[in-house]
């Protein structure tokens, strides 16, 4: 695709430099060639419209995109994930194989050109002979880019070797063009720490990112300061509860620390995370926090402390988490559902926690996330009321949704 493109928008806002009003984005192979707001007769007039840089979804799981609405009940969230293995031990392979390839549809269609994916491995008997996951099911012709991660599990000690061994091979496959693997040990809660420090370590040598759920609920803390609570009941009936597997007095922090040498490591909900925490992730640009705002008031936690982290400079990205506990998978819902919520928070930030800050947390900053000359362009449209105004007042009004997105210069999920 050698073609010139130019495209004109009421609004264009490329997130690192001046919004232009009736701007114009050139594009030559795939890429964004210029900005401005000069006359240009060849452009195509996409009308009342904003072009942003592509929406980023730092955290899903689209193996659940095939639910019509999130699983119950949402509390106690111990009880969610009993309904979650249920549903998850439910169902055939192929469904699961279809479920992603409807999520990858939906993201498409809802203005998200790249995804943090948790992928989990297929069972021995699904595999046939590829163990781990497929990742063809997530190659072309979907544009919507994803960062494949690896949910490992494993808090009995016999599972380690396996875990890591398929950690290894996924990492060791030879790669498919616009995909990238990650790995994703998956809680402190369901792997060991030798399990997560081995983990870890793959993914530093390997310079492969790194997601982990921490912190999510109280009773995770409880589960690693000593040892009870609902979460050990579970793993008890889940017949995988081993006293001496958590060292007692542990805290999340013991799960950061290891992160602080990783080349891109996620931080999954951090909902409960200590002010010395928050800390240390202030000091660790590496370590990006993802805030799953829907998802988050599903489980009707306390209030997340993202405008905390922003204040102090902790790199923070947005994701919808799968439609388990989220009715979609739409980015745009989730900054709109922050908009309606904290009219304080600059439009621009709100942008950029949508896009450049996903960008930046899965280690494709050079490629998306803004609009500027030489990066993939990767656009989203974004439809805005009549009403005259600047940018900053009409782009987040509730009336304004995504209808479609430009991936490298291409129409896609119109
Ligand atoms: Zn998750």
Redesign the pocket.
């Known amino acids: 695709m050698s073609e010139r493109h130019s495209f004109r928008a009421r609004w264009v806002v490329p997130g690192d430099s001046d919004p232009l009003e009736d701007g114009v984005v050139e594009i030559e192979s795939g890429r964004i060639t210029a900005l401005h707001n000069r006359h240009d007769a060849a452009a195509e007039d996409l009308g009342n419209v904003a072009l942003i840089p592509g929406l980023i979804n730092a955290?899903t799981?689209l193996e659940f995109s095939d639910l019509s609405q999130p699983l119950a009940p949402a509390v106690p969230f111990t009880d969610w994930i009993r309904a979650l293995v249920t549903y998850r031990r439910g169902r055939s392979h192929s469904a699961s194989v279809d479920a992603i390839e409807s999520g990858i549809f939906e993201s498409e269609r809802s203005g998200t050109v790249c995804l943090g994916e948790?992928a989990t491995p297929a069972t021995p008997s699904e595999a046939e002979d590829e163990p781990g996951c497929d990742l063809g099911q997530y190659s072309s012709p979907h544009s919507a880019r994803p960062v494949v991660f690896l949910e490992l599990l494993g808090l009995a000690a016999d599972q380690h070797d396996r875990q890591l061994e398929l950690a290894r091979q996924h990492l060791d496959r030879p790669p498919l063009p616009g995909i990238r693997c990650g790995l994703s040990p998956h809680a402190p809660y369901s792997v060991r720490p030798p399990l997560y420090a081995a983990l870890v370590n793959l993914a530093q040598t390997h310079r492969c990112p790194l997601a982990v759920?921490l912190a999510e609920t109280r009773a995770e803390l409880q589960l690693l300061r000593e040892g009870t609570g609902p979460f050990a009941d579970l793993l008890r009936d889940f017949g995988v509860w081993d006293p001496t597997a958590i060292p007692s007095g542990t805290r999340s922090m013991d799960y950061l620390r290891p992160l602080a040498d990783v080349e891109h490591a996620l931080v999954?909900h951090g909902n409960y995370l200590a002010a010395d925490e928050i800390d240390f992730l202030a000091e660790h640009q590496n370590i990006s926090v993802v805030y799953c705002p829907r998802t988050h008031a599903y489980f009707g936690h306390a209030e997340h402390p993202w405008r905390q982290m922003l204040e102090r400079g902790v790199s923070l990205a947005i994701g919808t988490?799968?439609r388990g506990s989220n009715p979609d998978l739409s980015v745009w819902r989730e900054l709109q559902f922050l908009r309606q919520r904290f009219q304080q928070v600059d439009p621009a930030r709100l942008l950029d926690l949508g896009t450049i800050c996903g960008a930046r947390a899965l280690g494709l900053d050079e490629e998306l996330g803004t609009l500027s000359p030489g990066k993939s362009a990767d656009m989203t449209m974004i439809s805005l009321p009549d009403s005259d105004g600047h940018w900053r007042d009409v782009l987040f009004d509730p009336r304004s949704e995504v209808i479609g997105t430009l991936c490298r210069g291409m129409r896609i999920g119109e």
């Open positions: 955290h799981h948790i759920h999954i988490d799968g």
